[in-house]
């Protein structure tokens, strides 16, 4: 069973238009989280929510907009495509506890090239 | 600013050579260190952690890292290097403060023949 899984796999696009990408997570973890991975490979951590509470909301453009519809679904819409929103896209779950520090469990990612 | 560095971009091996691939952070407080490994066209996936105890941890795969407090490092080690070894590797690190990761650039490993 995959335990971290996003679709699509691959998105193109053209600019302008808008995209969803889902993700869920049958790991049972609480926090989940939106990484942007560029064409140099820098992880850049986007959006996380823990319990559908927001708790990270890094300096992203307002055309990305996340939604956490119940523990295990965390999707990522992105209105009016750039060109420079082409990228990798992750999705990573983990258990977030006081004091504790778990892993993050990463899916496959989603190819997202705007023309 | 807190910050982490992994300061080869690549490293190169020949097959059976000892590996190392250093990481250095500077975040306050006591933190909490990862490896993570990326091969080509998939996700990151969870090597090895720190949190406490011995400075030597180990992981998947047979790596392990050391963790060096007084230099502020948490170098990746492996005895023996694979050529199924090549990938890129991340280092992230979790200052006491908050739970976000800071993350480092990645160093892609080529294991050679």
């Known amino acids: 069973d995959t335990a971290v899984s996003q679709t699509p796999k691959y998105l193109v696009t053209q600019m302008g238009n808008d995209k969803s990408i889902k993700c869920e997570q049958n790991?049972?973890?609480?926090?989940m989280y939106w990484y942007k991975q560029d064409s140099k490979k820098f992880l850049k951590i986007m959006f996380s929510?823990?319990?559908?509470?927001?708790?990270i909301n890094e300096t992203v453009p307002n055309r990305f907009s996340p939604k956490s519809p119940d523990k295990a679904h965390l999707n990522l819409h992105i209105n009016s495509l750039e060109l420079g929103d082409s990228a990798v896209y992750f999705c990573a779950s983990s258990w977030r506890t006081s004091g504790v520090s778990y892993e993050q469990y990463f899916g496959p990612g989603t190819r997202l090239t705007v023309t | 600013a807190q910050s982490v560095a992994q300061p080869e971009d690549q490293v190169n091996v020949a097959e059976g050579n000892p590996l190392t691939v250093k990481c250095t952070y500077s975040v306050s407080g006591n933190p909490y260190l990862f490896w993570y490994v990326q091969y080509p066209n998939r996700g990151l996936q969870f090597l090895l952690k720190?949190?406490?105890?011995d400075n030597l941890v180990k992981g998947s795969y047979g790596f392990e890292a050391e963790f060096n407090k007084s230099q502020t490092s948490f170098h990746l080690k492996k005895p023996s290097a694979l050529v199924s070894d090549s990938a890129l590797y991340f280092c992230?690190?979790?200052?006491?403060?908050?739970?976000?990761?800071?993350w480092g650039a990645g160093t892609k490993l080529i294991i050679k023949p």
């Open positions: 720190y949190i406490t105890g």
């Open positions: 929510y823990n319990n559908k509470e927001l708790i």
């Open positions: 992230a690190v979790r200052p006491d403060s908050n739970y976000q990761l800071i």
């Open positions: 790991l049972g973890h609480d926090t």
